[in-house]
């Protein structure tokens, strides 16, 4: 089993290595999109034979078709690495694991052939047609982006996503991902042979929550998907999950496995965010949780 992580950051660089050197195995590689807004320097310190960054950066805006462009771009880069990579595990600057990277292979084994991606059929709580029906233009059209948010506000931005995705059913659900190398493959050729697709969550809100959803959804892997393996406290009506905290720590030291029951269906979670380099000390504290329930599962054997 190898895994390719692929990892789209802009801030904490501490975090980032101490989360490579977590998951770090024979079986696993690294593949790093720093947003281009960012400075390279702040992250040139971390290194290794495993770890791969893109040459081809991108500013990143928050809830914008960028953040599709950049996964895009580090699934194309994985894919053609000479190593062929089984699953590949997308992340954000401000996860990290709550199980070691051997665990996480041995899981990803057990479970060969399964799509862990947290996804309903829109509309959802939490997910409204509104949300794809209305249009937002991106950063790089400020006097557009301008004209419609006031639009929006009135009821007169919206479409009908049945005019331009055909028969496509919208789905949604979280941003991070872990896929098998046939469904990134599959994402690739689709969004190359259906350019109306991408153009059309070009223009929609958060279109990392909803374009791979989609896609996926509408295909054959629809029937091999279960729950993404990423835990995150979204409290209402937030618009960004919550910092975590030395209590969601305790609840990881607690349990043997990490399981949620959701919407999204029940399943084990192996990730955690969001933490930042501001607290350390708790990454301390999951490294040695970490460390001890390997140590245990080791034991048991």
Do not use: W
């Given at each position: 089993m190898k895994v390719a992580y692929l990892i789209l950051v802009?801030?904490?660089?501490?975090?980032?290595?101490?989360?490579?050197?977590?998951?770090?195995?024979?079986?696993?590689?690294f593949f790093i999109h720093i947003d281009k807004k960012s400075r390279f320097d702040n992250f040139s310190h971390i290194s290794g034979r495993s770890v791969f960054f893109s040459e081809w950066r991108i500013p990143v805006h928050w809830g914008e078709f960028s953040f599709v462009e950049?996964?895009?771009?580090?699934?194309?880069?994985?894919?053609?690495?000479?190593?062929?990579?089984?699953?590949?595990?997308?992340?954000?600057?401000?996860?990290?694991p709550i199980r070691s990277g051997v665990y996480i292979h041995k899981f990803l084994d057990q479970h060969d052939g399964r799509e862990f991606v947290s996804m309903?059929?829109?509309?959802?709580?939490?997910?409204p047609l509104s949300k794809i029906n209305t249009l937002?233009?991106?950063?790089?059209?400020?006097?557009?982006?301008?004209?419609?948010?006031?639009?929006?506000?009135?009821?007169?931005a919206t479409r009908d996503y049945r005019r331009h995705l055909g028969d496509l059913q919208p789905y949604a659900g979280d941003a991070c991902w872990a896929l098998s190398?046939?469904?990134?493959?599959?994402?690739?050729?689709?969004?190359?042979e259906n350019p109306h697709v991408t153009s059309y969550f070009r223009c929609t809100f958060a279109p990392e929550e909803s374009f791979f959803h989609t896609i996926l959804g509408n295909s054959r892997f629809r029937d091999r998907m279960q729950r993404s393996l990423l835990y995150r406290y979204w409290p209402a009506p937030g618009p960004h999950p919550a910092?975590?905290?030395?209590?969601d720590v305790a609840f990881f030291e607690k349990e043997e496995k990490v399981l949620l029951d959701d919407q999204f269906g029940t399943g084990e979670v192996l990730?955690?965010?969001?933490?930042?380099?501001?607290?350390?000390?708790?990454?301390?504290?999951?490294?040695?949780?970490?460390?001890?329930?390997?140590?245990?599962?080791a034991g048991a054997r």
């Open positions: 802009h801030k904490n660089p501490r975090l980032l290595a101490r989360a490579i050197h977590a998951l770090s195995t024979e079986d696993s590689a950049a996964t895009l771009g580090l699934i194309r880069q994985a894919l053609s690495s000479t190593s062929k990579y089984d699953y590949f595990v997308l992340m954000q600057g401000a996860d990290y309903v059929k829109v509309p959802a709580p939490g997910y937002r233009f991106t950063s790089d059209k400020p006097v557009r982006r301008l004209i419609t948010r006031c639009l929006a506000k009135l009821g007169l190398r046939e469904a990134c493959q599959y994402l690739l050729q689709f969004s190359v910092v975590l905290t030395s209590q990730f955690a965010r969001k933490f930042s380099d501001d607290d350390l000390e708790l990454i301390d504290r999951v490294d040695a949780m970490i460390e001890r329930k390997d140590h245990l599962s």
